[in-house]
């Protein structure tokens, strides 16, 4: 059990697998502990879309995120903090993950301007300027009172010019360090994120600096923003072994199931992604035959469940009562396909640690793709560090 910084973080690598990297884990924080690999269900605004926070908890969720830059517009946080913070004020008593608003810095990049003092929006909901500084971004972090928060970065688009992607990288690294040099809170951790695109050196260069700095966790960040999933997971997997090998490891935004499964066995213990629930709303199932596209007429009198034989809620439901649900403009369709899919996600994830702690990970995932009618990449099994 390694001492992660601050009182009450530890992390226990328990084991890897003997055919690839993927880690079995176990992140203590002062809420609870989390067994890694987990996914993290996406509460923006301090709500799983369509979903209470006693059905995360029924489905296994161990850790939620909340985003900096979408609570500070509303309701605010030093709202939040008055009302004791994030914790009391949605109902979740197990740890919350924040992101810093550096995604923002992307997907808002049209409301943006940046340079190396902070970045200012303006914002999405009524034009007014915000200003969001590394210092101020931990302050609404601190005020929200996560269990993990997370460093300041500037994240750019990819494909991006070499010129562009040095300018984030160097950024990003500026900003880790004004992060580390505000107080930190008591209960509260603190991890650093490694820009690069798709450059394995650069990859390698702000990882070091990075872990010099002493983080009590490192994330991958700037991927899923525009490359090909076979890109995103060469370039994970070349980058974790540059992290150590006794702090949690984050992989931010991603995403599908099967990518899920291919950076698990590059050594990534975390991830997070809207996924689970934007397809929910958009009457799409994942199952382990693959998602069902539930529109399609094909399942206007199929009176199966979504899965058989599976512990996912509300598997009752037959395909043709969901599809009715879609059809008439029912509120209930998304809820139910929304928490399926983020049960699918959590049941995935404790199959897939089972298999690390009984050294049969490749064949679990094999076996996944097989269901699924997807194909392994060329280079599987993964070897580490390699491209």
Request: proline share 6%; with cysteine; aromatic share 8%.
């Amino acid at each position: 059990m390694i001492e992660l910084g601050p009182a009450g973080f530890q992390f226990e690598l328990q084991h890897v697998d003997k055919h690839s990297g993927a880690r079995a884990g176990r992140l203590i924080t002062p809420r609870g502990e989390i067994l890694l690999p987990a996914f993290m269900p996406v509460g923006t605004v301090g709500s799983v879309k369509g979903v209470n926070v006693h059905q995360l908890q029924e489905i296994g969720a161990q850790i939620i995120l909340g985003n900096t830059y979408h609570l500070a517009l509303r309701p605010g946080d030093q709202l939040i903090a008055e009302l004791g913070g994030l914790h009391k004020f949605i109902g979740w008593d197990r740890p919350i993950l924040t992101d810093s608003g550096g995604f923002q810095v992307f997907s808002l990049s049209n409301l943006a301007k940046i340079d190396d003092n902070a970045v200012r929006f303006r914002s999405h909901i009524d034009g007014t300027i915000i200003e969001l500084s590394p210092e101020r971004s931990i302050q609404i972090q601190q005020n929200l009172g996560s269990d993990i928060a997370m460093v300041l970065d500037h994240v750019p688009a990819l494909p991006a010019s070499e010129t562009e992607l040095d300018e984030a990288c160097r950024r990003s690294l500026l900003w880790a360090e004004r992060c580390l040099e505000v107080p930190q809170k008591a209960g509260q951790a603190l991890f650093g994120i490694v820009q690069g695109g798709l450059s394995i050196e650069r990859r390698r260069k702000y990882s070091a600096a990075l872990v010099s700095m002493g983080f009590a966790g490192y994330a991958i960040g700037g991927l899923s923003v525009g490359e090909a999933p076979p890109e995103m997971h060469n370039t994970v997997n070349a980058t974790c072994p540059f992290l150590p090998e006794h702090r949690p490891r984050y992989l931010m935004g991603v995403g599908r199931p099967e990518d899920l499964l291919i950076c698990v066995a590059g050594g990534v213990d975390m991830f997070d992604c809207v996924m689970p629930t934007r397809n929910g709303r958009n009457a799409m199932a994942f199952t382990d035959s693959g998602p069902l596209r539930l529109r399609n007429s094909q399942y206007r009198d199929d009176p199966r469940p979504l899965m058989e034989n599976t512990d996912v809620p509300l598997g009752f439901h037959s395909r043709a009562y969901i599809r009715h649900l879609f059809m008439a403009g029912e509120m209930l369709g998304p809820i139910v396909l929304s928490l399926h899919n983020l049960a699918y996600y959590q049941q995935l994830m404790r199959g897939a640690r089972a298999a690390i702690l009984a050294d049969e990970y490749l064949d679990f995932v094999r076996d996944k793709f097989l269901g699924w009618g997807s194909a392994l990449p060329e280079n599987w099994p993964i070897k580490l560090g390699k491209m």
